[in-house]
Nanobody, 122 residues
Framework: VQLQASGGGLVQAGGSLTLSCSASGDTFSRYGAAWFRQAPGKEREFVGGINWSGGVTEYGDPAKGRFRLSKDNDRNMLYLQMNNLKPEDTAIYYC????????????????WGQGTQVTVSS
């Protein structure tokens, strides 16, 4: 499956932003999906993942209580709603997909979007 992320931008601290990831080339309902992020000079970080049906989600620590993943298999779309953004959320955000359960290790995903930049100003 091919993925394309969009929706990044510049937002003030405390604001909200929703990222989108469109899927093509295969039946998206066969895939679990996730968002990762990478800030300059830092390791890639698991933001959160969602199972094939969209019914089960899990989140990395920075996202808990502030971010929400959703998946629309009819539209082949993955979303990341981010609320109460902080300057430390500044990073390039990547969507990823894999056949099978969601995993927090990016090495287990074989489909990646190109990334979208999120910048949070203080």
């Amino acid at each position: 499956v091919q993925l394309q992320a969009s929706g990044g931008g510049l937002v003030q601290a405390g604001g909200s932003l929703t990222l989108s990831c469109s899927a093509s080339g295969d039946t998206f309902s066969r895939y679990g999906a996730a968002w990762f992020r990478q800030a300059p000079g830092k390791e890639r970080e698991f933001v959160g993942g969602i199972n094939w049906s969209g019914g089960v989600t899990e989140y990395g620590d920075p996202a808990k209580g502030r971010f929400r993943l959703s998946k629309d298999n009819d539209r082949n779309m993955l979303y990341l709603q981010m609320n109460n953004l902080k300057p430390e959320d500044t990073a390039i955000y990547y969507c990823a997909a894999r056949k099978g359960p969601v995993r927090s290790s990016g090495d287990l995903y074989n489909s990646w979007g190109q990334g979208t930049q999120v910048t949070v100003s203080s």
